[in-house]
């Protein structure tokens, strides 16, 4: 019998990005199970904790399943509140911060203090990055190719922009991509515009089911996104990426941050992180 949802509440004093992001993280080693998250920022207040706690004591189901709670609140008086409801409370900045002081030998940032605009070069860095990733997508303004750190490429929908946005979003990596259309199979060599670049390019591939279904939602029962045309596509791709050398990988199974991450090893990277 299938266990029944659990509640999963992320919450801090600020975004809230950093609860969600180690929570879906650590859930994500429980495939098995499932969750209902609810993600809660700025709660910033004693009168706001108080109606977040009600809300996770009156969330415990018929089963009686405990809440679980990941919570970055960097507020003492706020985190005594969440301690006290009927929940798994998991306080990453409460563990870990007190050792990493006394190692240190120097204090944690007040709450209230912004770490992401501390080092604003790399906040900029980011914002150009992004802004260079949307003016690259799909093709776009090939010309400034020269100023990209990867080009990524691929068939339509193998997870080229959603990997060059977080690469852009996250590690301010200028990521441009270019897609591999059905003209440019024809023919042996790269496309034009890709030539120049041969050492920044890195390859996007997937399976076939996985093509398929993502496409016929785009474009249900069309040529495109028929079993046909992605067949065709992704073994002319993959044979594109053999001849020319081109290292690549099959996201059919891998997140955003999972691909990402491998680009980033497989490239040598340099990644601008601000968290």
Do not use: W
């Not at 679980?68 to 998991?90: E, F, S």
């Not at 940032?109 to 770490?115: A, D, I, T, Y």
């Not at 990524?152 to 990997?163: A, D, E, H, Q």
């Not at 996104?225 to 053999?242: G, K």
Request: with cysteine; net charge negative; aromatic share 6%.
């Amino acid at each position: 019998m299938p266990s029944p949802t659990r509640q999963v509440f992320f919450l801090s004093n600020g975004t809230a990005i950093t609860a969600e992001t180690l929570g879906l993280s650590l859930l994500a080693q429980f495939p098995d199970h499932k969750f209902q998250t609810r993600t809660i920022p700025f709660i910033d207040t004693l009168e706001k904790v108080h109606a977040v706690a009600e809300e996770i004591n009156h969330s415990i189901n018929g089963a009686n399943q405990l809440p679980i709670v990941i919570c970055t609140m960097g507020d003492d008086d706020l985190m005594k509140i969440v301690n006290q409801t009927k929940a798994l409370v998991i306080d990453p900045f409460g563990d870990i911060l007190p050792r990493l002081e006394k190692v240190l030998a120097a204090q944690h940032h007040q709450p209230g203090q912004s770490h992401r605009t501390v080092n604003l070069s790399l906040y900029e860095s980011r914002i150009d990055a992004i802004d260079y990733a949307m003016q690259h997508d799909d093709g776009g303004k090939t010309q400034n190719y020269d100023e990209a750190d990867i080009i990524l490429v691929g068939v339509s929908r193998s997870g080229k922009t959603p990997s060059c946005l977080y690469l852009a979003l996250q590690f301010g990596i200028k990521a441009a991509n270019y897609p591999i259309t059905e003209e440019d199979m024809d023919f042996e060599q790269l496309p034009k515009p890709l030539r120049p670049f041969k050492d920044r390019l890195y390859g996007l591939t997937t399976n076939l089911n996985r093509l398929v279904n993502i496409r016929q939602e785009r474009r249900p029962d069309s040529r495109y996104s028929s079993s046909e045309q992605c067949r065709y596509e992704l073994r002319a791709v993959e044979d594109m990426y053999l001849r020319h050398n081109i290292p690549y990988i099959n996201t059919s199974e891998m997140s955003v941050e999972e691909i990402s991450a491998r680009i980033i090893r497989d490239n040598d990277l340099h990644r601008s992180d601000l968290t």
